[in-house]
């Protein structure tokens, strides 16, 4: 069965360093794979999403995620974070069948430094 | 931007009382929605809805829910008789995936507290 792991609960940076949040799949084919982020309160806001061609994907605000076939991995990674980007990041897949339903990731809570 | 907008944004209602969520999706969209995040938890899907009828359904989706798309554009959840456990946030989305590689968009969500 389709399944998303987040091995981070909670991940804390300093203001301006980089920021790696990890990401594992499991599927039988291609995935295609999206990192969505949610800040308090709010709903989930795409950050970028992978289908095919380019393994390296750049999204909004700055976020980028590399796909790797051989590590089952879409990691999201972004140089410089912002104290804006403390929020839940959200790793999911999308099983290609009737539904084409979203499988979350249990989330990894970013918190920023001053 | 088109954006999916869920109403209320805040629900509070008795136990065993019905409960009505609203979504009205991305006007271009075919593929509905309806997702649940119970506090702290990750968010777990609820229902899919496509060409009218329910495409799949998860075990939580039990004859309590249901799903309607009554006039085009509106498209509802309907809990009959809720549940102490209902309470959760309610994440409606739609996308035209599956016709061109599209993702999900969400709404802002619903948050039902069972009292």
Redesign the interface.
């Known amino acids: 069965a389709q399944s998303v792991t987040q091995p981070d609960i909670h991940i804390t940076v300093s203001e301006g360093a980089s920021l790696e949040l990890r990401c594992n799949y499991s599927y039988g084919a291609t995935p295609y794979l999206f990192w969505y982020v949610q800040s308090p309160g709010q709903g989930l806001q795409l950050l970028l999403k992978y289908f095919s061609g380019d393994t390296l994907v750049q999204g909004i605000k700055g976020f980028e995620a590399e796909f790797k076939r051989s590590q089952s991995s879409f990691n999201l990674r972004k140089p410089s974070v912002h104290w804006s980007d403390a929020a839940e990041y959200f790793c999911a897949v999308v099983k290609m069948d009737s539904s084409y339903k979203l499988i979350f990731g249990s989330g990894t809570r970013l918190l920023v430094r001053p | 931007e088109p954006e999916v907008t869920q109403t209320p944004s805040h629900q509070v209602t008795q136990m065993g009382q019905e409960v009505i969520l609203r979504c009205v999706p991305i006007s271009n969209h075919l ?1 509905f ?1 309806w ?1 649940r995040q119970i506090l702290g ?5 609820l229902v ?1 809805f ?1 060409n009218n009828e329910i ?2 359904k998860s075990e939580i989706f039990d004859d309590q829910f249901s799903v309607e798309r009554p006039d085009g554009s509106n498209f509802t959840l309907k809990i009959r008789s809720t549940k102490l456990e209902d309470s959760a946030m309610y ?1 409606c ?1 739609s ?1 035209t ?2 016709q061109d ?1 599209q ?7 619903t948050r039902l507290s069972i009292l």
């Open positions: 593929y929605y997702y938890q990750k968010v777990e899907f899919s496509y495409s799949e994440f989305a996308s995936l599956g590689n993702p999900q968009h969400f709404g802002d969500g």
